[in-house]
């Protein structure tokens, strides 16, 4: 079983629906929850990130944390054909650097016309 | 704009040829990073580096190796011992010393693909 287990869709929507991206994990010592957008054939860029447990809105965009059900998601709201992309969740403990962080597989999401 | 350049963008290997990636950063970030990334496998450590002159295997390295001359570049070296190499590449940095806030920052990508 992986650490962290990830939908790899592909998941289409009409525009303007809520989207709800989830990652679940099995480490317990995961603390900082992060969420990167990849556009076909380019580098993952940061979304979103958490510390811990909750919310934390930035503008369309809600990343949510459930730390007692291992489990994290991302919402979008409005969703815009510009969301089309790949969604990489990311999760790390409290030390270490980069070497440290765990990868989900992606969701893929078409927003479609 | 600071960012981190990654060349080249695409890239054809004949078997039992090694291929050198280049990564160069401009963000004066301490730690780089090498990625391979696969289909439903999501992003897989080579190796990484925390200061220059020093470099750890991340875990996937057989086959790969990397140098840390300067601050500002990390290039990725597919030697022809990768059973495996055609995939896509990812470099990526970030700042030292900032415990736990693993943000990174990555580069556009090289695909690699052997004939």
């Known amino acids: 079983q992986k650490e962290v287990e990830q939908d790899p869709g592909p998941l289409s929507v009409p525009e303007g629906a809520i989207v709800s991206l989830n990652c679940t994990y099995s480490n317990s010592a995961f603390q900082y929850f992060m969420w990167y957008r990849q556009y076909s054939r380019k580098g993952p860029e940061l979304l979103m990130y958490t510390y811990s447990s909750g919310n934390k809105e930035d503008g369309r965009f809600t990343a949510q944390v459930d730390k007692s059900s291992k489990y994290i998601s991302l919402f979008i709201r409005d969703s815009q054909p510009s969301d089309s992309a790949t969604y990489l969740c990311?999760?790390?403990?409290?030390?270490?650097?980069?070497?440290?962080?765990?990868f989900g597989t992606g969701t893929q999401l078409k927003v479609e016309l | 704009d600071g960012g981190i350049t990654q060349s080249p963008k695409y890239l054809f290997r004949k078997e039992g040829q090694n291929v050198t990636l280049s990564c160069e950063q401009n963000l004066n970030h301490d730690a780089m990073y090498w990625y391979r990334q696969d289909p439903g496998q999501g992003l897989r450590l080579i190796y990484y580096?925390?200061?220059?002159?020093?470099?750890q295997k991340g875990d996937i390295a057989e086959g790969y190796s990397v140098s840390r001359e300067k601050k500002e570049s990390f290039p990725l070296t597919v030697t022809s011992a990768q059973k495996n190499p055609t995939a896509f590449y990812l470099c990526a940095s970030t700042r030292a010393g900032v415990s736990g806030a693993n943000v990174l920052t990555f580069g556009a990508g090289s695909r690699l693909t052997v004939l």
């Open positions: 580096s925390q200061i220059v002159n020093d470099f």
């Open positions: 990311a999760m790390s403990g409290l030390t270490g650097g980069g070497n440290k962080l765990t």
